[in-house]
């Protein structure tokens, strides 16, 4: 079984900055695509960003140019960097992992983007 505990989240004023992280039980080092989802309040959960075990990424539209993803291989942990936040980026983030097809969830951070 892979566990995944997400840190981070928290209360953030519009314009503010957030930086996600999630540690994974198993080493990450290959096979795995890592990603961050969110859901917000009754809305399905959607992708905000995935990363594959070769570093390619990709985005949704509404946080381009503003959210970066990266992973940490030596750490077995996935970041999610989170800047100029909206209002509308307020949501449960998830972190996920999918590894030969199997997909893990972790618990999920709230982030709040408030003023």
């Known amino acids: 079984q892979v566990q995944l505990a997400e840190s981070g989240g928290g209360l953030v004023q519009p314009g503010g900055s957030l930086r996600l992280s999630c540690v994974v039980s198993r080493s990450i080092s290959r096979n795995y695509m890592l990603g961050w989802y969110r859901q917000a309040p009754g809305k399905q959960r959607d992708m905000v960003a995935t990363i594959t075990s070769g570093g390619p990424t990709k985005y949704s539209d509404s946080v381009k140019g503003r959210f970066t993803i990266s992973r940490d291989n030596a750490k077995n942990t996935v970041f999610l960097q989170m800047n100029n936040l909206k209002p509308e980026d307020t949501a449960i983030y998830f972190c996920?992992?999918?590894?030969?097809?199997?997909?893990?969830w972790g618990q999920g951070t709230q982030v709040t983007v408030s003023s």
């Open positions: 996920n992992a999918v590894l030969q097809g199997v997909t893990f």
